[in-house]
């Protein structure tokens, strides 16, 4: 019951933060395409369309969190957390999609002579705009993937901050075009210092993706963690041959404990049942604890 209340939680915790973001990217889109059109910015213009393939990713958030949240069954033991790795892969894929092609456009527009033209005022509050509701799309995007643990959503909300990252260049060449119209070459720079951060971010994203998706182990200290709770547990006299493994933020435990080979069995699975109760407790992001007992034997 527990852990479908965590499950459900989960569910609203992930639907609630994405719609907010599917709204506000549907505003910022527009006002961004039409303040670029009538106050004369292609720059502008250009981050309302980065902002409607935000949507995208959104969309995707939605449908794929509906999937990897769904129980157990017959032919998924283990649940559907997968879902949750391969959806990481796609949004760091999309990041990179989203900077490369930028950081291209900037260094090839870096070796001609640019000359911003002079956008009108309205360019630069739409942009400034942005840039506040994209950090706080980001900020609070952030937050809940860290409280619900996803990486998915993490990477959803550095997809956001990819979007604000990109306004400033446009920022810029805005307000440079308004003081410095010879100085053009300023958006060029920042447009390529900023797509050099979404790069790694989304390599990043990628290679965790994959990581958990090739079942990698926990750290040595989430497993020395997991050793020293369950020596806690009265009547356990040694740990050994701990495996564990990501299924999308969820960590899977199998492990053996040893006990009094005097007692029950009745009471050895009792042992082994406050292992797995204060393993499941824990703060180590465990889902699920296969435990295998065994007498204790003195070398």
């Known amino acids: 019951m527990r852990v479908d209340n965590l499950i459900e939680n989960e569910k609203r915790e992930i639907k609630k933060v994405t719609w907010i973001s599917v709204f506000i990217n ?4 527009v006002a961004k395409i039409m303040a670029g059109i ?6 502008l213009i250009a981050d309302g ?3 409607a393939s935000d ?3 959104d969309f995707i958030l ?4 509906g999937l990897w949240t769904k129980a157990e069954d017959d032919n998924h033991p283990y649940g559907h957390r997968k879902i949750e790795n391969l959806t990481t892969l796609i949004l760091g894929i999309l990041v990179l999609i989203a900077a490369i092609p930028m950081m291209i456009s900037a260094i090839r527009d870096l070796k001609v002579n640019h000359i911003a033209s002079a956008p009108g005022r309205i360019t630069l509050i739409v942009a400034m705009l942005s840039l506040i509701l ?3 799309l980001f900020r609070v995007t952030r937050s809940t993937g ?4 996803s990486q998915a959503v993490i990477a959803n909300a550095w997809h956001h901050r990819s979007d604000a990252l990109s306004t400033v260049p446009v920022l810029v060449s805005i307000l440079v075009a308004m003081l410095y119209p010879e100085w053009g070459f300023v958006d060029e720079i920042g447009a390529i210092i900023v797509s050099v951060m979404l790069i790694y971010m989304g390599i990043r994203f990628i290679c965790h993706a994959l990581k958990c998706m090739l079942d990698f182990a926990a750290s040595e200290d989430v497993i020395e963690r997991i050793k020293g709770k369950s020596f806690k547990v009265d009547g356990v006299m040694d740990v050994h041959k701990v495996r564990t493994r990501y299924m999308g933020s969820s960590l899977f435990i199998d492990m053996h404990i040893e006990v009094d080979p005097d007692i029950s069995v009745r009471k050895g699975h009792k ?29």
């Not at 009538?38 to 720059?43: K, Q």
């Not at 939605?62 to 969190?65: L, M, N, P, T, W």
Request: glycine share 4%; net charge neutral; hydrophobic share 50%.
């Open 55 to 57: 949507l995208l990713s």
């Open 146 to 149: 860290k409280r619900i643990r």
């Open 49 to 51: 369309v980065h902002s």
């Open 134 to 136: 994209k950090e706080f």
């Open 26 to 29: 549907i505003f910022l889109s």
């Open 38 to 43: 009538f106050g004369s910015s292609a720059a």
């Open 62 to 65: 939605i449908i794929a969190s």
């Open 271 to 299: 042992i082994a049942g406050i292992v797995k109760k204060e393993l499941l407790s824990s703060d180590c992001e465990v889902s699920d604890v296969i435990i295998h007992i065994e007498p204790f034997e003195k070398l």
